[in-house]
């Protein structure tokens, strides 16, 4: 996974200039899949647990080197369902599909090379037999990894990629993210069920069926966010302003999208919708210039809106500030964020407690 989230915390480690923070989650996510593993021996379980750990790795540095290719200041997570790379908003599509389909292509790669390794240099049979059962189930992981990832489920690579294509060719980026949230539901409700009935794989299952509510709820805000914009305008001077604030925000021009914004909440007549709608961009547009303060006073005033509940968390961890990443745990925004990002505010705490 590749996204825009900034983690906290001290990293575990750096590579190429790249941090890497590595949850507890991981090595314990990692024992429950690969425990059968060492029914094989412990020697054969703890390589292949380095083994997953490592192509989860390696795929998280495609999206880091790119990432870093592109001056965005990746940090990479290795965390219980996997591993994400937070790093600075792309600045052209391109760089930002480019940065989301390095992280599949690099377990794709991974999985050429050892199939390499294992037709042309090792030679068959003998004491042989565990390197090649080994690289065999390593190579599958691979593959496994790098299709599960392309799966056009937000917030999985494939529904990135699914977004920063159909905004390429939809004009109206709100067409575009509500197709790919259709998309997410539906599938990730589909792949949901896969898992359940025809793999009993009941985390499997949980997960994707996490990932399809997700996109409900992103599908429910888009839907929000364009009946702002349909709704009739008794008063034009607002919607001219709105527009063009809307307008600058897609352009990541942040300054003139607030410019435009405090200009319409000085007008008369704003409907309740609108009002909302300015506070959305408000708040995010705030987090991206690195208002962190103001970012999270606009987004407290849209309740019920997983996407601000994910701004106040996202700053908050920036801020690092235990006693108020504690208050917002209290409040009911908190109950909108994905799990997820619930532990690693949670781990935060723990790490000042520390
Ligand atoms: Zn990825």
Wanted: proline letters at 5%.
């Amino acid at each position: 996974m590749a996204v825009s989230r900034v983690p906290v915390g001290q990293p575990l480690f750096w590579i190429l200039g790249i941090p890497v923070h590595v949850s507890i989650w991981h090595l314990l996510t990692l024992l429950f899949f690969f425990q059968r593993s060492f029914e094989q021996g412990v020697a054969f379980g703890l390589t292949m647990l380095f083994a997953a750990s490592a192509s989860v790795f390696l795929h998280e540095m495609g999206h880091a080197l790119t990432s870093r290719h592109f001056g965005l200041q990746p940090t990479v997570v290795l965390t219980g369902f996997g591993g994400f790379t937070a790093h600075q908003p792309a600045r052209r599509p391109r760089d930002e599909f480019l940065v989301v389909a390095a992280g599949p292509a690099m377990n794709f790669l991974l999985a050429a090379v050892l199939f390499g390794v294992a037709t042309g240099v090792l030679p068959e049979g003998g004491d042989i037999g565990f390197a090649h059962s080994l690289l065999s189930e390593v190579i599958f992981l691979n593959i496994f990894w790098g299709i599960y990832n392309l799966l056009p489920i937000m917030p999985l690579d494939g529904g990135q990629i699914l977004r920063v294509t159909l905004r390429r060719f939809v004009k109206k980026s709100l067409t575009a993210d509500r197709w790919t949230h259709r998309v997410g539901l539906v599938l990730g409700a589909l792949m949901a069920l896969l898992f359940a009935v025809q793999f009993h794989s009941v985390f499997g299952a949980v997960l994707l069926g996490l990932a399809a509510f997700e996109n409900y709820r992103a599908l429910k805000n888009v839907n929000e966010m364009d009946a702002d914009f349909r709704a009739d305008r008794p008063h034009p001077r607002v919607g001219e302003l709105l527009r063009q604030a809307r307008t600058a925000f897609e352009a990541k021009d942040f300054e003139a999208a607030m410019r435009f914004c405090h200009q319409a909440r000085a007008e008369p007549e704003l409907s309740p919708a609108e009002v909302r709608h300015t506070w959305h961009i408000l708040a995010i547009s705030a987090a991206n210039l690195g208002d962190l303060d103001d970012a999270i006073r606009f987004a407290e005033r849209v309740p019920n809106s997983p996407e601000m509940a994910q701004v106040q968390a996202s700053c908050l961890m920036s801020l690092a500030d235990a006693s108020r990443i504690r208050v917002f745990l209290r409040s009911p925004a908190a109950l909108l964020l994905a799990s997820e990002r619930l532990e690693e505010l949670k781990e935060l705490i723990r790490d000042s407690d520390a």
